[in-house]
């Protein structure tokens, strides 16, 4: 149930008519960073501020909530998120991905192809993908509206002539729409071809004060060179799990002589392949 | 044929002070024109009126654009007049460190105004990069550290490569050999001159050094307290100096 | 460039030049007044007259390096007292070359590069500046070693000699030379002797300065003694 001392979903109502005027202007521009008065939250900087202000704002008491942080659901900032929004929206929550209707994530997509009734809430530390290379606020707001992107691909230069190969493997920056370039937040490079999908993409920074959108079927191009071309690939192995090849992986390591094994990142996407039968080669008892 | 620059009017206040007053000059295709004074004369202030940097408070710099002709840039919308300063201008500062990106390798310097005008082949923009830093006797070895690895006469080459890649047409120059040895200034005179030449360039150098002028400008014009008190060929401004001012600037050269 | 190809190549008209100091209580000195010159293609005309007479400021003139205070001076049919900078400067490279007592380059720049440069200037492809520089060098006895190295450490008759390669590389229609046979031995002197009598027969205009009399009477074909044109102190 909602504590009562809060109001739905933790923010006032004025407030939330000014994240959604922002998310708005966000859609209506794809990419394009929009200011917004972002909030004290009772978490600190880089737990999610601004993913939690846009799903306040988003929330509706009908909506099911799904939160995960790194892919995972049972992670310490998402679980705090998802017992946040239980105690102030009381909405229902749910570590599915389908039967989710907005999911916060941090640094990931499910790998589920999402629908045209899902909205998915990036947390965002650093929105400014100009911002290593141009320091200065005011210069990076004049390129973006010139549409002077150079500087971009001088990080991909400099990543080649240093590594042999674009060695940029998460928050790799992509250009929305023809238009604006936009950093997609620290998600692997590997998710960054899942952006063209038919669920709102919304994307919150709060520490930064910078909401930013793609809407629906909205072009996303990762930057490249012709003979450099984006590649987004991922560990060459299978869970270890449930023995999925196409899912992104995180190395686990297992004892304390070198052992580790590639397990699923998307939690729920690992638990639903198991229930379904699937098992991979370090987990042969699950198929017993 | 027509001036590649023709200058109407320009004028600078800041506040009661006077940064310069009514400058007008023309430049044509190929020529280098130096501009001397002392400090405060109000020469970096009109290089950055014509460059775009400032914003005069009267005139008009018209440019013989390669598309539509002559067109005054102050009247030009900011994307057009920024798109201009990274394609058919150039402007190599005092400081290589204002006018590098010290984070970046020399390469990455070199290619970026390719990128910005949209090059988008790796090995394409690096065999340009390696050409140019070749150009301007930066061997390939260096292509990829960073200019603060470099010397001071270096970092200035390296600048000078960053900024002609695209091939202008008009470069503003600020004190270009300021701050360097006298042996590495010879250097990149004799660069300077040669890329001046061999591209066709025409330049706009602020300098309070009158040995360079005398070696890089072609026609030299004089200014004092924000006024232009004297123009001309440079060598006969220098050798038969008409103004007072002049004449005290030429006599008080130091011989070596 | 359009020569008038019926006057003659170089016109001193009522030339007159006057130096205002205006940081020595403005005082004027009149040095010059009333000259006249004319010299014709395939001729050369020496300038005579006392130290001081105004010889070198009338051949500046000429060259655009001194303003004239009054009077006209058409080189090529163009009037260097009236052009504008860029005019004069393409007449220097095209018709209009000058030796003289001075070298004044680059430092660190070699010397073969410092002969070339004319010919550069006027478009000609490095390789053939090059080859021609090296012919010129060549031609006035300078030591190949030397041709790498930069003139401005090179004795007097060194650089005298770099000087007058670099004046005599390109076929100038009219050539101004002060003091070209100074500080050269009698071999060197010799070459630059021919190297005018080969201007005049291809039909370049000279203005020279010789103190060297002989040379003078060698290559000259009248004398004009700028005395003449000299004024007095004004008040």
């Known amino acids: 149930m909602t504590d009562q001392a809060y109001n739905f979903a933790y923010l006032d109502e004025q407030t939330k008519r000014m994240i959604r005027r922002a998310i708005l202007k966000g859609l209506a521009i794809p990419g394009y960073q929009v200011p917004f008065a972002s909030r004290e939250m009772p978490m600190p900087y880089g737990w999610g501020t601004g993913g939690v202000q846009v799903s306040a704002a988003t929330l509706t008491p009908e909506d099911t909530l799904k939160v995960i942080d790194q892919g995972a659901d049972d992670t310490t900032n998402a679980v705090s998120i998802r017992k946040f929004f239980e105690r102030t929206a009381g909405v229902a929550t749910t570590t599915s991905t389908r039967a989710a209707s907005l999911i916060q994530t941090r640094h990931r997509i499910p790998e589920e192809d999402l629908t045209e009734d899902q909205i998915l809430v990036y947390q965002v530390p650093i929105p400014e993908p100009l911002r290593f290379l141009e320091p200065r606020e005011t210069e990076t707001r004049k390129m973006h509206s010139l549409e002077e992107y150079g500087l971009m691909h001088v990080k991909l230069y400099e990543d080649i002539s240093r590594h042999g190969h674009i060695a940029t493997s998460y928050a790799y920056p992509v250009r929305v729409e023809g238009r604006y370039v936009m950093d997609p937040s620290p998600i692997p490079k590997f998710d960054n071809p899942k952006m063209e999908m038919p669920a709102i993409q919304l994307f919150g920074a709060g520490r930064e004060q910078r909401i930013y959108a793609v809407p629906p079927y909205t072009e996303v191009v990762s930057l490249d060179f012709e003979d450099h071309p984006f590649d987004p690939s991922k560990a060459p192995h299978a869970c270890g799990l449930c023995g999925a090849e196409d899912s992104y992986l995180d190395e686990v390591i297992t004892d304390d002589e070198g052992g580790r094994m590639f397990v699923c990142s998307d939690t729920d996407y690992c638990e639903c392949r198991r229930a379904a039968g699937h098992c991979g080669p370090q987990f042969p008892e699950a198929a017993a | ?256 | 460039m359009n020569f008038v190809q019926d006057g003659p190549m170089i016109q001193v008209t009522n030339l007159s030049k006057t130096f205002t100091l205006h940081n020595q209580g403005a005082a004027e000195i009149a040095v010059m007044e009333g000259a006249d010159l004319s010299v014709a293609a395939a001729e050369c005309v020496a300038l005579v007259g006392v130290s001081g007479a105004g010889k070198s400021t009338l051949m500046r003139m000429i060259y655009g390096n001194y303003l004239a205070a009054s009077g006209t001076i058409t080189v090529g049919g163009l009037d260097v007292t009236q052009a504008a900078p860029r005019e004069i400067l393409s007449l220097r490279r095209v018709t209009l070359g000058y030796v003289s007592q001075f070298l004044r380059v680059v430092p660190r720049v070699p010397t073969l590069d410092v002969v070339a440069e004319p010919l550069l200037t006027l478009g000609v492809d490095v390789t053939e500046a090059r080859d021609r520089a090296k012919a010129m060098l060549d031609r006035v006895n300078l030591p190949e070693r030397l041709w790498g190295l930069s003139p401005t450490t090179f004795s007097g008759g060194e650089q005298q000699r770099v000087n007058v390669a670099r004046g005599f590389i390109h076929a100038y229609p009219a050539l101004l030379l002060d003091e070209p046979t100074a500080s050269l031995d009698g071999a060197n002197r010799e070459v630059v002797l021919s190297l005018i009598e080969e201007a005049k027969a291809r039909g370049a205009a000279i203005v020279g300065i010789f103190h060297d009399e002989e040379a003078r009477d060698r290559v000259c074909d009248r004398q004009i003694d700028v005395s003449a044109f000299a004024r007095r102190r004004a008040a």
């Not at chain 2, 910005?116 to 690096?126: K, L, Q």
């Not at chain 2, 340009?128 to 690895?149: C, K």
């Not at chain 2, 600020?174 to 200034?185: I, K």
């Open chain 2, 1 to 256: 044929m027509t001036p590649l620059l023709d200058v109407k009017g320009i004028a600078k206040r800041y506040g009661r002070h006077i940064g310069c007053a009514d400058v007008s000059f023309d430049l044509w295709p190929g020529e280098v024109m130096g501009i001397v004074g002392e400090s405060g004369s109000g020469k970096s202030t009109l290089l950055n009126c014509l460059a775009g940097h400032l914003a005069p408070d009267a005139g008009e710099v018209w440019f013989d654009t390669r598309v539509d002709g002559p067109k005054d840039t102050l009247k030009m919308g900011e994307p057009e007049r920024r798109m201009l300063s990274r394609t058919d201008w150039a402007f190599v500062h005092q400081h290589a460190r204002d006018g590098l990106r010290m984070g970046v390798s020399a390469g990455g310097n070199v290619g970026e105004r390719l990128m910005a005008v949209g090059a988008r082949n790796y090995g394409t923009i690096r065999h340009q990069a390696i050409d140019w830093l070749g150009r301007v006797e930066i061997s390939e070895e260096r292509v990829d550290d960073r200019p603060t690895t470099f010397s001071g006469g270096m970092q200035q080459r390296l600048q000078i490569a960053r900024n002609l890649v695209t091939g202008p047409r008009l470069v503003f120059m600020d004190e270009p050999t300021g701050g360097l040895d006298v042996s590495v200034q010879a250097r990149l005179l004799d660069l300077l001159r040669g890329l001046v030449r061999d591209m066709g360039l025409s330049a706009i150098v602020v300098t309070h050094d009158l040995a360079v002028v005398r070696l890089l400008a072609d026609r030299l014009m004089v200014m004092k307290d924000g006024q232009v008190v004297e123009t001309g060929l440079t060598d006969q401004v220098l050798d038969d100096p008409q103004h007072g001012y002049t004449q005290l600037l030429v006599s008080s050269v130091l011989q070596v």
